[in-house]
């Protein structure tokens, strides 16, 4: 079992950027895939990004490609979200999850934390 608490989110203006964490607790986090998520209020929730066990893969939604930028420091069970150039429809819960490769489903999901990006 693996327990995730996201943390860094806050107010920015737009243009500025942040950096999310997210910790987990429970053994072998360097055995998960680890993905971001957000929620815009009134929206589904949609995928920001995810990074492979060994840190050697990231992958990307479309729109968040140059912008956001997912990695890990296992040593630390600890990935992270950095956020540049945000817009003010970057505003939204963003949650981090995890998975098993060769899984589709993330199993286990944090609280989330939310972004809000002024204008």
């Known amino acids: 079992q693996l327990q995730l608490v996201e943390s860094g989110g806050g107010l920015v203006q737009a243009g500025g950027s942040l950096r999310l964490s997210c910790a987990a607790s429970?053994?072998?986090?360097?055995?998960?895939?680890m993905g971001w998520f957000r929620q815009a209020p009134g929206k589904e929730r949609e995928f920001v990004g995810r990074?492979?066990?060994?840190?050697?893969?990231?992958y990307y939604a479309d729109s968040m490609k140059g912008r956001f930028t997912v990695s890990r420091d296992n040593a630390k069970n600890t990935v992270y979200l950095q956020m540049n150039s945000l817009k003010p429809e970057d505003t939204a819960v963003y949650y981090c999850?995890?998975?098993?490769?060769?899984?589709?489903?993330?199993?286990?999901w944090g609280q989330g934390t939310h972004v809000t990006v002024s204008s």
């Open positions: 999850a995890a998975k098993l490769v060769p899984q589709n489903i993330y199993n286990y």
């Open positions: 429970g053994r072998a986090f360097s055995s998960y895939a």
């Open positions: 990074i492979l066990p060994t840190a050697d893969s990231t």
